[in-house]
């Protein structure tokens, strides 16, 4: 019986490509010629035949014998070379994140009127920079930088209370917050311009010993909900050997103008972007998202491919951009991608999980009461990657004779004989006696007040923070330590779309009533 050894050896490898046929990734190599003579020529070019596939190359596993087969006349083996070519895995290591910490808020307001968007809060508990934090946690990056303007106070508070020390271990890694400063000259008496400029002013810190090894710089929001392994998305970004990546999702067309767009090459490659576009530059950027895996339903609800905000550059990319090639530029969305896409190789990487930008009233409120829906498209816990907050040491919430439908209740909490339906209850909220809260969101309070300090307030006519008795919320967000009172109503039973009443401590936008934080509302009163 004629036979021949063929002997694949732990990263092998054959410089023809064309010949033997290409395999990527784990399962596969990257071939080129075959080493070795056997004295029967037809029967190894039979055997390289079969090698030509690319269904047979796929199929071989580095380091295994794929065939034996020996011959009595000589004993020879074909050996495949070492691969001058590897697959190269992303370290988190190399990688560091900027999270931006927003601008004025304005979108948010009256959320924002005392604190940065970042730092509203969120799910009951949580705040908005407690997503993409937990999502470089998770994904094991550990070098973290927050940029910081506007109403920044409450934003480092919460990071320097929740990520330095309480069990999150950092390693040689950081999280530093990059307030915005002014500097000598001309241009360093400027606040940040927009978002490239806020990056722009602290590209310094890559010059720093620590980190001399960062190959790749994330740029993360801090206003969107979403679960991802950035690692991932940086793995995408070196497979392609991409100057820039550029996370996005399909959206329809309710939506489509109040993002970046983006039509995109059959190798993946952004040939077009074209920021928050209206009338016909936004029908114009219509493309076929069957392409992109969506189902022929799905793509005619979301016929655009939209950016996210996030994005990964090679850092040298990066610092070329911002300090030589566009010095100038102050915004990534409207002004550096739009550019980059005709110079550089700007990738697009398709996010298929859920994700929503909460940066308006109307955005923020749905995203929040979707929480509470018997079966959401996003939850906070997850035992694999779970979302990280500051640790309040509350104790557990505290129900008397209530009834309750899909709602979240969080820690410390305090209900009598209430009703809660489709709501969230942030931490530390009292509810009294006849209280009924439909499709509100309630951010609770930062202390305590104790029984005989709530029996004082209500003696001499005052109201406590909390909720008081028989009183009616619909269509609703509760800011945080507010006072609402006995017998109030608050049900925008007019309809009223938008109306600005600071001085009865609330607003209404998009038809949502917002009780501002640390507002009074006295009994009896009707909204």
């Known amino acids: 019986m004629d036979a021949y050894c063929a002997t694949i050896k732990a990263s092998t490898h054959m410089p023809q490509s064309s010949k033997i046929g ?11 010629k075959l080493k070795g003579s056997l004295t029967n020529n037809f029967e190894v070019n039979q055997l390289t035949k079969c090698l030509k596939t690319e269904k047979k190359v796929r199929r071989f596993k580095p380091g295994v014998a794929f065939s034996v087969i020996t011959t009595k006349e000589t004993k020879e083996a074909l050996t495949f070379q070492k ?9 988190p290591k190399n990688v560091a994140a900027i999270i931006l910490g927003g601008g004025a808020g304005t979108q948010l307001f009256p959320l924002t009127s005392r604190r940065a968007t970042p730092a509203v809060p969120v799910g009951g508990c949580y705040r908005l920079i407690d997503i993409p934090m ?3 946690i998770n994904s094991l990056i550990n070098k973290i930088f927050v940029l910081t303007q506007f109403n920044s106070a409450s934003l480092n508070r919460h990071i320097s209370r929740t990520y330095f020390g309480n069990g999150i271990n950092f390693g040689d890694g950081f999280v530093e917050v990059l307030a915005a400063t002014q500097t000598p000259g001309e241009a360093g008496m400027k606040w940040f311009q927009g978002t490239a400029d806020a990056v722009r002013k602290f590209v310094w810190v890559f010059e720093d010993a620590k980190n001399k090894d960062i190959e790749n ?4 929001s801090g206003d969107h909900l979403y679960r991802m392994d950035y690692m991932d998305f940086v793995q995408n970004h070196i497979d392609r050997n991409a100057d820039i990546t550029v996370s996005c999702v399909p959206v329809g067309d309710s939506r489509a103008s109040d993002y970046g767009l983006m039509k995109i090459d059959n190798m993946g490659r952004v040939a077009q972007f074209a920021e928050k576009p209206k009338g016909a530059d936004l029908k114009a950027m219509q493309v076929d998202t069957t392409l992109f895996g969506l189902s022929q339903q799905d793509a005619i609800k979301s016929p655009y491919i939209a950016s996210m905000g996030v994005y990964v550059f090679k850092k040298d990319v990066l610092l070329q951009l911002l300090s030589w090639r566009y010095p100038t530029s102050n915004d990534f969305g409207s002004e550096i991608i739009p550019s980059a896409v005709k110079e ?4 697009a990487y398709l996010f298929r999980d859920y994700w929503e930008d909460i940066g308006t009233i109307k955005s923020f409120y749905d995203a929040n009461l979707a929480l509470a829906e018997e079966d959401p498209k996003f939850e906070f816990y ?5 979302f990280f907050t500051s640790p309040r040491f509350l104790p557990p919430t505290k129900i008397e004779k209530c009834r309750i439908v899909d709602a979240i209740i969080s820690h410390g909490c305090f209900l009598r004989e209430s009703s809660v339906e489709h709501s969230i209850v942030g931490e530390r909220s009292r509810l009294d006696y006849g209280v009924e809260l439909k499709d509100t969101l309630m951010m609770g309070a930062d202390y305590y007040q104790t029984e005989s300090e709530i029996a004082s307030l209500l003696a001499e006519g005052k109201v406590p923070i909390g909720i008081g008795r028989n009183t009616k919320v619909r269509n ?8 609402i009172g006995k017998d109030v109503v608050i049900m925008n039973k007019d309809g009223v779309e938008e109306a600005d009443r600071r001085t009865d401590g609330f607003y209404i936008r998009s038809g949502i009533t917002i009780i501002m934080e640390k507002a009074v509302i006295k009994d009896g009163t009707v909204i």
Not at 83 to 91: G, N, S, T, V
Not at 217 to 220: D, E
Not at 382 to 386: A, F, H, V
């Open 217 to 220: 710089v994330l740029i993360l």
């Open 83 to 91: 691969p001058a070519f590897e697959r190269r895995r992303a370290d």
């Open 476 to 483: 609703c967000i509760i800011d945080k330590n507010a006072k």
């Open 382 to 386: 997850d035992p694999k990657t779970p």
């Open 344 to 347: 550089n190789n700007v990738q």
């Open 134 to 136: 937990s999502n470089c």
């Open 22 to 32: 290409l395999s990527y990734g784990d399962n596969g190599f990257l071939g080129e």
